[in-house]
């Protein structure tokens, strides 16, 4: 994990899913990890961390927390919208922690999510003239500002699936539809059956060039803006698409713009799955020894930190089989939910062990 400022988080993620109630976030130079708050867990947290505030509103509670975290945590994070005598008890609270207030439509796990993925960033550089070099690094969200100052434009980077991976600040500047987007990690489904409807996602997955999509009525006088939208590709395999919130078509040099951002997320994307390949092909493989038994599955079991625990085997599989049919939407619709499923239990199982 990098070397991650509080500041730096609340960058890539401050003014959508975050907001400080008060503390100095430039007192944490250096984020320890995401940790998820557990009354009944009284082991120390790591120096430094983000805490999680589940089930934390009232100011009482609020202040009795602080006290446990002061000198350790970095931040507490509780739930939006903040009382007033929540927001005065976290000012009076004699305690070094950054509180923080969470965005009220985004969950716990998708914040641990976004904040794991930020700290995992290890940089992305904005040049002089403006290109943007990706070096090792797989800082989405830096790079996801990079093209939003170069497109003038709120970005979004999203996988094959059409679920949010990293996004530009100011996404208060697009619309209702982006900001679900955002709090949701995925396209809302009703914007994304009207894309599905309108031959919007064929043309993404055929065109090499960027695509312009028109103003979309949501109903209820509701409205997205027009996009701007990029595949991002590996030679013939689509890894994913950048989107930008528009007001008109982009010019020749912001497509052009668009079309070489689109090959560096490209580069940070396979990056990020040749690692995250190679530690579910490594886990994968430990776990099936363990389950086996035999002379390797002692070994095994260490490997995972599991000798001497209690050890519970969850199984999960999709229960209706898809139609011969079924629809490019429906089928990244339910990969997509296989993801959201999985991530959600990565993230619970990992507060645990």
């Not at 790079?143 to 939003?148: S, V």
């Amino acid at each position: 994990m990098g070397g991650v400022s509080l500041g730096q988080v609340l960058d890539s993620l401050g003014g959508t899913l975050l907001d400080v109630v008060s503390g100095d976030p430039e007192r944490v130079p250096l984020v320890g990890g995401v940790v998820i708050h557990d009354e009944g867990d009284m082991s120390p947290v790591p120096a430094g961390s983000v805490v999680l505030g589940v089930g934390v509103q009232e100011s009482g509670a609020l202040v009795d927390l602080l006290k446990k975290l002061d000198g350790r945590a970095g931040a507490l994070v509780v739930k939006a919208p903040v009382s007033d005598a929540v927001r005065a008890a976290a000012a009076g609270a004699e305690s070094a922690v950054v509180v923080l207030a969470a965005a009220p439509g985004a969950s716990w796990v998708q914040l641990a999510v976004m904040i794991r993925s930020v700290l995992r960033d290890d940089g992305a550089h904005v040049l002089g003239d403006g290109v943007v070099e990706g070096g090792t690094g797989t800082d989405l969200f830096s790079l996801a500002n990079a093209i939003a100052g170069r497109l003038d434009a709120p970005v979004t980077i999203e996988d094959r699936y059409f679920q949010v991976l990293a996004f530009s600040r100011h996404q208060g500047r697009a619309d209702a539809a982006r900001v679900r987007t955002v709090l949701g990690r995925e396209v809302p489904p009703h914007y994304a059956e009207l894309l599905a409807e309108r031959g919007v996602l064929q043309e993404l997955y055929r065109s090499e060039e960027p695509i312009h999509i028109g103003a979309v009525e949501l109903g209820d006088g509701d409205a997205a803006l027009p996009r701007a939208a990029m595949a991002v590709r590996a030679g013939d395999e689509l890894l994913g698409s950048v989107w930008a919130a528009v007001h008109e078509p982009l010019s020749p040099p912001r497509r052009d713009a668009l079309v070489d951002a689109a090959r560096l997320v490209a580069l940070h994307l396979l990056r990020l799955r040749a690692g995250a390949d190679s530690e579910r092909r490594l886990r994968a493989d430990l776990l099936g020894r363990a389950l086996e038994g035999g002379p390797e599955a002692r070994a095994a079991l260490d490997r995972l930190g599991l000798v001497g625990r209690q050890v519970v085997v969850l199984a999960l599989a999709v229960v209706d089989r898809p139609a011969a049919s079924e629809s490019l939407l429906s089928r990244t619709s339910r990969e997509a939910e296989r993801h959201r499923v999985a991530d959600g239990f990565a993230v619970h199982l990992a507060a645990l062990h």
